[in-house]
């Protein structure tokens, strides 16, 4: 268990690092913004490419892990979706962000990082994998069901061109498949560019963790909402064995893949839920104080994952 709070408390420890100077420093939320740049644009790509160039091309095509994670990704969507719409008599915008808070981790700023600390570089090809074709399904699916809602007022050509364009433009997928050609034609690149993408690659981790505390900070909780209690569970339990028990059923998988899933499923909601919820104007305090309260939870729940990982009592595999 010292192990785990050992290799948890540098990231929880940038998160309240990066909480704590918002706080004393009063800085505004523009003042991220070259930051956030820095992170999406130049270090988390650095990063994915550095990963993938160096796999494999092989390990790059396992379209059954893929579908399996993002299929168990969905099911748990569309579980949140259901209990919003039919239970909580909740309006269809509002159970789309609901379901988002549910099931969209914070992949991308957490993931990477943790991932390879916890279980080493052979997590990296299951991360780069996630990250980037769940990222990609999140950005078809947010927009797609906003318009069905009424609430893009966009003609359908402009918002599946927009879909289009985030997907095939976003820095992540452009760094990944860069990396994936480097992979196919087993190219080695010079070493001075080499250089720079690491340089930029371990940068990654700490910045976007230190610009998720700052991010924290800045959306105080206004407005509790009252599906937290469900969400929660579903986002840091029910979403991560949700996950373990899909791929374990589609098997034939390296143990660090499954663990590496499952990981990356129990993580916190992402900050882009907060975006999407005020791109569209659609349950924007309670997305906010959602990602907050499911971020300090997650310092229970993801020791204890760790801890039933590293000890052996969460098998490889649950249907060897």
Sequence with gaps: MTDI????????????????????????????????????????PALFFKLVSRTPVEQLTRADFIFGEIG?????????????????????????????????????YMGPG????????????????IVCFENAAHFIVAPAMMAMTGGDKRPVAHVVADI?????????IISTALGFCFAALAVQPPAAFQRLVDYL?????????????????????????????????????LLPMTTYTVLSLIGNFDPI???????????????????????????????SASILIITVASVTTLPMLLYLINSGTLPPDLFP
């Design 164 to 172: 289009v364009r985030k997907v095939v433009m976003h820095p992540f």
């Design 257 to 287: 893949w499954i663990y590496s899933a499952t990981l990356l499923s129990a993580l916190p909601t992402a900050t882009n839920v907060f975006v999407i919820s005020q791109q569209y104007g659609v349950w924007q305090e309670r997305a």
């Design 201 to 237: 690659a371990q940068a990654a981790a700490p910045c976007a963790l230190f610009a998720m505390g700052v991010t924290l900070a800045l959306r105080p909780i206004k407005r509790v909402p009252v599906e937290i209690g469900y969400i929660a569970v579903f986002k840091l339990i």
């Design 72 to 108: 168990a990704t969905y099911l748990i969507f569309l579980v949140l979706f259901l209990i919003g719409f039919f239970f909580r008599r909740n309006s269809f915008a509002d159970c789309t962000i609901q379901s988002f808070a549910g099931a969209y981790g914070n992949i991308g």
């Design 5 to 44: 709070i050992a290799l948890l408390l540098p990231f929880f420890g940038l998160i309240f690092i990066g909480y704590l100077a918002a706080r004393l420093t009063k800085q505004p939320a523009e003042a991220l913004g070259w930051m956030n740049t820095f992170i999406i644009y130049a270090a988390l």
């Design 114 to 129: 943790l991932a390879l600390l916890a279980f080493g570089e052979a997590a990296a090809v299951p991360v780069a994998l």
